[in-house]
């Protein structure tokens, strides 16, 4: 069993920076890939980055690549969301997820068992 508590949304400008956090419970943390993904008002949750479990391999939506950085410490416990250049349409709540299995970039949302209670993120224009 993990449980996934988010932090560090707020208000931001455009063009602005934001770093989330999500602090995980349970000894096993360290073998499990974790994501994150979002959601905004009248919309589905979409995926946003994933990391693998060893922290070496990582992947992104094409919305935000090259101005999202997801990384993770296993010694706290922790996954980080490095947000760059923020727009208005980055405006969402940002959930992480986990899920433990082989090696490989799970991006759908129905592919992780655990997920955190969202922290909201919004991009002024």
């Known amino acids: 069993q993990v449980q996934l508590v988010e932090s560090g949304g707020g208000l931001v400008q455009a063009g602005g920076s934001l770093r989330l956090s999500c602090a995980a419970s349970?000894?096993?943390?360290?073998?499990?890939?974790l994501a994150w993904f979002r959601q905004a008002p009248g919309q589905e949750r979409k995926f946003v980055a994933t990391?693998?479990?060893?922290?070496?391999?990582?992947y992104y939506s094409d919305s935000v690549k090259g101005r999202f950085t997801i990384s993770r410490d296993n010694a706290k416990n922790t996954v980080f969301l490095q947000m760059n250049s923020l727009k208005p349409e980055d405006t969402a709540v940002y959930y992480c997820a986990a899920r433990a299995g082989p090696n490989y970039f799970y991006t759908k949302e129905y592919e992780y068992d655990y997920w955190g209670q969202g922290t909201q993120v919004t991009v002024s224009s």
């Open positions: 990391i693998t479990w060893s922290g070496d391999r990582t």
């Open positions: 349970g000894r096993t943390f360290s073998s499990y890939h």
